[in-house]
């Protein structure tokens, strides 16, 4: 076949090529372009972006200081919000009722009553109680009612304090310890999960064995157990200190499956070429582990901690449920929650419950997340 033959057939192939860009986009964006058409993983990922933002500026969200106590409003209701007027005529401000005790014969407990003739106007931007978003103190809240009334838009505990307020600052210890306790997690099983499928042998058997002892034991009890071991709050032992050995001791326990599935993609590396490659060129085995072989493993590495956050707030949701997680002062769903364990109490104060909304919630928000991430780094994903 002559030149000239051959020019026209190369010029009709590159005109049939298509002009699609797609060949030039890296692995991770690919993963975005078909995480992105999950809608229902989008839209938790919003949602938990929503809850993380409200959570951090729950001081300025909610109308009271979280630990503000209020003696006159014990197991106070939710105060009702109506946008009709004094006038009777509807508007676009929101006010609430004046709010009366009265002591109940039958059973000599205080009954709140709600008077609908009294309408308490609802102000936006109001200074009230103080309190800190990070290291920034303020007294400015997003609403509230004049002194010396009080806004309860979930209603109050046992002591009389804003559950609104406390189930907001409690997503701050609840919603974190799971980021901070993945971040272990990934650490643990990402380096001994490689170690024991790069070396295999003695190591390899060693670590099988102790993984293994791990998960025979039950995970709650287990828990329990190294909770009740921490020692007391005291003045060299915070309740800052608490927090970060729970979640040390979530990680404890969680890294083992991550190992494991690291260690099965580690063994199938070190038959790929890239690896005889490095091998070949002088490569140390810390080089092969940590420039080779974790990059390759990143985006499964992302998916298992998206999909064991859930596990993690789930487990100080419970440890705080039995009262062996975060203590007062600090609080936490499962603390919260913690009030609402007798049936009685949860039938005469059904707010107290309320906190359960932001663990489901959260919890539903990663495993959507998850499962999209886990669809968008197949490569047979359509």
């Known amino acids: 076949m002559t030149e000239e033959t051959i020019t026209p057939v190369r010029a009709a192939v590159a005109a049939a090529e298509p002009t699609s860009d797609v060949g030039e986009l890296s692995q991770w964006q690919l993963i975005w372009l078909r995480f992105r058409r999950n809608k229902l993983a989008m839209g938790g990922m919003v949602i938990l972006a929503i809850m993380y933002l409200v959570v951090i500026f729950a001081g300025f969200l909610s ?17 009702p919000i109506t946008f009709v007027g004094p006038d009777g005529k509807l508007g676009l401000r929101p006010y609430t009722f004046a709010t009366t005790t009265v002591l109940n014969q039958a059973t000599f407990k205080w009954d709140f ?29 997003l609403m509230g009612i004049a002194p010396p009334d009080r806004l ?8 009389g304090r804003d559950m609104f307020a406390r189930t907001l600052v409690g997503g701050q210890v609840s919603m974190t310890v799971g980021l901070v306790g993945i ?4 650490f643990l099983g990402s380096v001994l999960g490689t170690m024991s499928g790069f070396y295999g042998g003695a190591i390899d058997d060693a670590m099988q064995r102790v993984i293994e002892v791990i998960q025979s034991f039950p995970t709650i009890p287990l828990w329990a157990a ?4 921490l020692p007391n709050v ?29 260690r099965a993609k580690v063994m199938s590396y070190r038959q790929a070429d890239f690896t005889s490659a490095a091998l070949v060129a002088g490569a140390s085995n810390a080089r092969i582990i940590f420039v080779h072989m974790l990059p390759n493993a990143a985006s499964h590495i992302i998916v298992v901690a998206a999909l064991a956050i859930p596990g993690m707030i ?47 919630i959260t919890v539903l928000g990663f495993s959507v997340l998850g499962d999209g991430l886990r669809d968008a780094v197949d490569p047979y994903s359509i």
Request: overall charge negative.
């Open 152 to 159: 309860y838009v979930w209603g109050a505990d046992s002591l």
């Open 234 to 262: 005291s003045e060299n032992f915070t309740m800052l200190h608490r927090y970060f050995l729970i979640t040390v001791i979530l990680s404890l326990v969680n890294w083992t499956g991550l190992a494991r599935q690291l």
């Open 63 to 79: 109308p009271n200081a979280h630990d503000t106590q209020n003696l006159d409003y014990i197991y106070g209701p939710p105060d």
């Open 183 to 186: 971040a272990l997690t990934i």
């Open 113 to 141: 009553e709600i008077d609908r003739n009294t309408r308490i106007p609802i102000q936006f931007f109001v200074r009230g109680d103080t309190y800190k978003i990070l290291w920034w103190q303020n007294d400015l809240h």
């Open 226 to 229: 190294l909770a009740a071991a």
């Open 314 to 360: 789930l487990g100080e949701t419970s440890l705080s449920f039995l009262g062996l997680g975060i203590q007062p002062p600090m609080v936490s769903w499962g603390a919260l929650l913690r009030d609402s364990q007798q049936v009685s109490t949860v039938v005469q104060h059904p707010w107290l419950i309320l906190p359960g909304i932001g663990v489901v």
